[in-house]
């Protein structure tokens, strides 16, 4: 990032193109499956989701000359984003005050095995879910649909949904018998976080369009895209030869360059296999040990993105009430404890009360004490760490009274840094395991070379921070 901004920060596609972007869509053609192989960058996921909708309206445009097609149908208990269009694809619990603004878009039953909207057991179904998606279009008409969009594994709506593994199979079919496009939002479980580059990989289909986002730039810039087969981007091209869509931002060179290190990182420390098998072994511990509880109703996920259900009671699965803000109790208690989860939320004609959500890549916090002296409760981080298999890797982000400097650590640990940014530090469980005194040394050691003291900034004047 630093090296780009030192040569080319802007360019705006309508008159540049930069290597950095031409070197990511070449990469990002590779990773994806089929005939996935043209990259189309914005700076959000909601800006991908936007964009694939309006991608989707414009292919029959093109295709045509003139189409009635342009509804999006979707799930329930779904997220998509938060701009207009985005928002009436999604299916959960933000749309309410906006509802008169949202576009009509259909949605259907979610793919949701715990709490079957057809009160059916996933190994005896005939995935129904799927099949509402040929209902709802029966019923449409689909002359005016454009594209089905899905998430592959739930994120932020639902709490870490797996669909039954014949879904996107079905799905597939049916959007090819009734023409409409297939939407994979992958802005959550996209780039390696399931265990598959893509999580759609292990549903054996390719889609037609996949929007990605945050795992595709680590956070370390705004990044969104939407990858599209090479067939849609050929209607365009033999078409008006345009799209007619557009943000200053999108395409920059500097959030080209960050994706491009992202998924070296990601090649190089084999962090996607990482996700797979640690995921795994995670999600075995913590069905183990969570599902005895009598307020854990279910335990599911796939790689890193994991999702714990709490129910009220378990036989009955009936929710916490909305308003008792079980969810956030639960996440704020958790974070005293070094834990951060994000309360999914369930939605449907009930109103369900929220998930928590636990989600890799697995982020601990150990707060220091004013001296740099481990805090009171970083027994329990060993313990969730214990959780890990051995050759885990996860990330500790040590805040304290000093910055901490990733050389410096390296140092300590003897070469264990994996990536890392100042206070970032990601390491392997053999080292800290053994470590309690570890982390004082490397505090002793950062103190001994003077780093500075981090003020915190002026928060309260920041629009959405808590
Ligand atoms: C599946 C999915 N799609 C779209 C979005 C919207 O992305 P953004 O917050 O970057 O606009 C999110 C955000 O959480 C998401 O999880």
Known sequence: MVRQAGKVAFSHLSRWTSKPLQDLADVVA????GSLNKLYLISGGSEATESALKMARQYYVERDGQSSKYRIISRWNSFHGNTLGSLSMTGDKRRKKYTPLLLNFPHIAPAYCYRCPFGKKPDCCEVDCALD?????????????????????????????????????????????YDILLIDDEVMAGFGRTGSMFAIEAFGVVLDLICAAKGMSAGYSPLGAVIAKEEIYEVFKNGSGVFVHGHTYGGNPLSAAVAL?????????????????????????????????????????????????????????????????????????????????????????????????????????????????????????????DLLPADAQWSVSVIGPQHVNLSTIAIALGGHVRVGIEDNIYYSKGVLATNVALVDRIVGIARAVGREIAEPGDVGRIWGCA
């Open 30 to 33: 590779g990773l994806a499956p």
């Open 133 to 177: 998606l040929e209902r709802c279009l029966k019923m449409e008409g689909p002359e005016y649909v454009a594209a089905f969009i899905g998430e592959p594994v739930g994120g932020a709506a639902c709490g870490a949904i797996v669909p039954h593994p014949d879904y996107y199979k079905i799905v597939r079919q049916i959007c090819d018998h």
């Open 261 to 385: 290190s992202v998924i070296d990182v990601l090649q190089k420390d084999k962090v996607v296999e990482n996700a797979r098998t640690v995921g795994a072994h995670l999600l075995a511990q913590l069905q183990e040990k969570l599902l005895p509880f009598p307020f854990v109703g279910d335990v599911r996920g796939k790689g890193l993105l994991l999702g714990v259900e709490i129910v009220k009671d378990k036989a009955t699965k009936e929710p916490y009430p909305v308003g008792k803000g079980m969810a956030e109790k639960i996440t704020q208690v958790l974070i005293k404890h070094g834990v951060i989860v994000y309360p999914g939320n369930l939605y449907n004609a009930l109103e369900l009360q929220k998930a928590g959500l636990l989600q890799g890549p697995l982020l601990f916090n150990l707060v220091l004490g004013v001296k740099g002296s481990l805090p009171a409760n970083a027994k329990n981080l060993f313990f969730l760490l």
